[in-house]
């Protein structure tokens, strides 16, 4: 069945790059999304690749798509401790339908 | 910049008793969604709803749960009698079309007694 995996965590000190990795099984997923959950907060959509695409990149966040593996990574450059927060990366089906990971909890030291 | 809103933030309720979660979707969106995560656990769908009809529920949302879009702008979730189990975050998310980016509320904090 369809399923997403993310290790829970992740620490960095500020300034260096951060890289959060997750898998999917479903190879008919339209859409791979990165959101965002910060404490107490909603989640916020960061970015999202379509699953024709193998690289997207916006500012300081790079999406690498690797279709094969099913493989999904979010690199974060220049991680700032405002970037600490839970990472959720999700996958969507033809119907819109979104199946999430279980989450990556950033951890950013000064 | 449009934003999903959702009410009450925290509710808390008996078990047993009857809640209706509000959302106001963003106004152009078409396409309007269900997800709840429980404490500690994984972001899990609910349901999707457009044109005034269920497109996909998953196997939580059972009898119990109902969606209704009562006029132009509210889009609720009723889940008739509540159980300990339904305590969770709910969240409300919209998009323009069905495989456009979702855009998610705060949630609502169920807290069932």
């Known amino acids: 069945g369809e399923d997403v995996e993310q290790s829970l965590f992740l620490s960095v000190r500020e300034g260096d790059s951060s890289v959060i990795n997750c898998t999917y099984t479903d190879s008919s997923s339209t859409y791979l999304y990165w959101y965002k959950q910060e404490p107490g907060a909603g989640l916020q959509l960061l970015t999202y690749?379509?699953?024709?695409?193998d690289m997207k990149q916006d500012q300081r966040l790079t999406v690498l798509l690797n279709k094969k593996d099913k493989h999904l990574s979010l690199r974060i450059a220049d991680t700032q401790t405002g970037d600490s927060a839970i990472y959720f990366c999700?996958?969507?089906?033809?119907?819109?339908?979104?199946?999430f990971g279980q989450g990556t909890e950033l951890s950013v030291k000064p | 910049e449009p934003e999903v809103t959702q009410t009450p933030s925290h509710q808390v309720t008996q078990m047993g008793q009857e809640v209706i979660l509000r959302c106001v979707p963003i106004?152009?969106?078409?396409?309007f969604y269900w997800y709840r995560q429980i404490l500690g656990q994984k972001v899990e769908f609910l349901v999707s709803f457009y044109n005034n009809e269920i497109s996909e529920k998953s196997e939580i949302f059972d009898d119990q749960f109902s969606v209704e879009r009562p006029d132009g702008s509210n889009f609720t979730l009723k889940i008739r009698s509540t159980k300990l189990e339904d305590s969770a975050m709910y969240f409300c998310?919209?998009?323009?079309?069905?495989?456009?980016?979702?855009?998610f509320g705060p949630g609502t904090r169920l807290t069932v007694t």
């Open positions: 106004s152009n969106h078409l396409y």
């Open positions: 998310a919209s998009s323009a079309g069905v495989r456009e980016e979702q855009y």
């Open positions: 999700a996958e969507s089906n033809q119907g819109g339908k979104l199946i």
């Open positions: 690749i379509f699953s024709n695409m």
